[in-house]
């Protein structure tokens, strides 16, 4: 689970952001809805960002699939920058994102610095208990050293494998990987249950509509994206029994999904979503369906991916409602609060405009966006507004402006 995000200089963020998902002792009016962290704390399952349109809400959760890509993926060299944008009028000064997330009965900070160029400084501690007190140690560093043209690098005992290689210089200086992490570019020299592979293998279990550079909804049509999740869900019998039971449950018609190679296509498959209504059953492909039935397909398949998994995750969407009925967006969240449908304790992490969900989400589970004349994205958790309650009717204070983060007209 992710415990806090910090980040400053990215897309929208100019000044630094915290998204503390972690409880205040004491302060938790629906436990159900927390997650159990080490050392006794309490993460949030579900984490709502809420604002006026072009607040940043984006922005926010772009910064969770930056950091996904950064520790899974490699940069293979035929770019020689890594293409995100950074806010207009802080160009110069480099991108700092801060990350901590647990993993079994440890948390692990990763502190990133970059441009576009390189990355700066990178840095992972790892806090453990020991003796049943908390220890934080130091696990590697890298920091670009700007008179020697190179990284100045230290590792610990807690990487035995990567401390011993030979031409660790060699490797971590490779032109290549300036811009690509430590974690990633050294996973071939780390042992199969080490501590790296245990960290990429975390940030592996991540499923999203966003991506770090736009949203993958941008780059096809909801059909498009729809197929691909029939093709998923045809693939995976988890899946496919996951994300039916849902279908069937909202009332759509929905039979299953299906596969054909009509004749007139010269051998390419289509795929959809057979109905059946009193007993009479037909197809329609995904280029025929409802923009709000191909959206809720391709986002339940998302939620699934990681929900059927042995292992949890994290799941981040954004827009959650969007072409949604109010009554099946909420089923979809509910999906991540309930017991019964997230054992695995996935965490959601979702944007929304359907601010009904603030009624059924405590006063740490919420954060709000907004852009300051500026137009930088601020963002604060609900319960630092002064004079909030616990039993305060969320939902209807905010849409009378009582917390900010609501369009303003000039």
Do not use: C
């Not at 993460?43 to 930056?66: M, P, Q």
């Not at 042995?310 to 969407?317: F, K, L, M, P």
């Amino acid at each position: 689970m992710i415990n806090y995000i910090k980040a400053s200089n990215f897309y929208s963020i100019g000044e630094e952001i915290i998204l503390d998902f972690r409880a205040k002792n004491g302060s938790i009016s629906s436990p159900e809805l927390y997650l159990d962290a080490p050392f006794g704390k309490k993460v949030t399952k579900v984490a709502f960002i809420g604002g006026g349109n072009a607040s940043g809400k984006t922005n926010v959760l772009r910064i969770i699939a930056f950091l996904s890509y950064i520790l899974t993926d490699r940069r293979d060299g035929s770019d020689d920058s890594l293409p995100y944008l950074k806010f207009l009028t802080m160009s110069e000064a480099p991108t700092v994102l801060e990350v901590d997330f647990s993993i079994k009965e440890s948390t692990y900070t990763l502190n990133l610095v970059l441009d576009e160029n390189k990355i700066i400084s990178e840095e992972l501690s790892a806090t453990t208990l020991v003796k049943e007190r908390t220890s934080k140690g130091h696990v590697f560093s890298r920091t670009w050293n700007e008179k020697k043209q190179k990284y100045d690098v230290k590792i610990s005992d807690l990487l035995p494998t990567v401390k011993q290689i030979s031409n660790l210089d060699g490797i971590v200086n490779s032109p290549i990987n300036r811009l690509n992490s430590f974690v990633f570019f050294m996973l071939p020299y780390d042992t199969a249950e080490g501590l790296l592979s245990q960290v990429a293998n975390f940030w592996s279990r991540f499923s999203t509509n966003v991506t770090w550079t736009s949203s993958a909804e941008a780059y096809a049509p909801i059909s498009v994206l729809a197929e691909r999740a029939s093709k998923v869900i045809l693939s995976n019998q988890k899946i496919n029994e996951f994300t039916s039971k849902f279908l069937r449950k909202i009332d759509i018609g929905y039979n299953q999904i299906f596969e054909d190679t009509p004749k007139d296509l010269n051998g390419e498959k289509i795929y959809g979503i057979e109905h059946i209504y009193r007993n009479k059953k037909f197809r329609l492909d995904t280029k025929l369906e409802s923009t709000g039935t191909n959206r809720i397909l391709f986002i339940l398949t998302i939620a699934a991916e990681i929900l059927t998994a042995e292992q949890g995750g994290v799941v981040v969407i954004d827009e959650a409602d969007a072409y949604l009925h109010p009554d099946i967006y909420e089923k979809f969240v509910e999906l991540f609060m309930s017991p019964e449908t997230n054992r695995n304790n996935t965490q959601l992490i979702l944007s929304s405009h359907n601010y009904t969900t603030l009624n059924f989400l405590d006063k740490q589970q919420i954060f709000l966006t907004e852009r300051d004349e500026d137009g930088q994205t601020d963002v604060w958790r609900l319960d630092e507004v002064r004079g909030v309650r616990a039993d305060d009717n969320f939902y209807a204070k905010y849409m009378s402006g009582a917390y900010g983060a609501v369009p303003r007209e000039k």
